[in-house]
């Protein structure tokens, strides 16, 4: 089974920085994509930052420029790293994983708290 744990959440003020650890118990070798997604109350999750296994990133419009996904395969471990955070940043991050064999796996989530 896949465990996918995140960390790096906290309180921060705006315009200060985080970065997000995600690390996954199957070798990251074998995962096609690893993708951050976010939560805020009342609102959907949303997909913000994904990294290919080739090391293609993507990013939804609202965070480019801001947050930056890498991925350490040595260390099984994918980066979020938010600089400039904003208020509207708020939210439970989520990292998940998936697989070559179409599977998908999901972390519990680390919470991102913005104070104006």
């Known amino acids: 089974q896949v465990r996918v744990v995140e960390s790096g959440g906290g309180l921060v003020q705006a315009g200060g920085s985080l970065r997000l650890s995600c690390a996954a118990s199957?070798?990251?070798?074998?995962?096609?994509?690893m993708d951050w997604y976010r939560q805020a109350p009342g609102n959907k999750r949303e997909l913000v930052a994904r990294?290919?296994?080739?090391?293609?990133?993507n990013y939804a419009d609202s965070v480019k420029g801001r947050f930056t996904i890498s991925r350490d395969n040595a260390k099984h471990t994918v980066y979020l790293q938010i600089d400039s955070l904003k208020p509207e940043d708020t939210a439970v991050y989520y990292c998940a994983v998936g697989t070559g064999l179409g599977s998908y796996y999901w972390g519990r989530g680390t919470q991102v708290t913005v104070s104006s």
């Open positions: 990294i290919t296994s080739g090391g293609s990133t």
């Open positions: 199957v070798s990251i070798v074998s995962i096609n994509v």
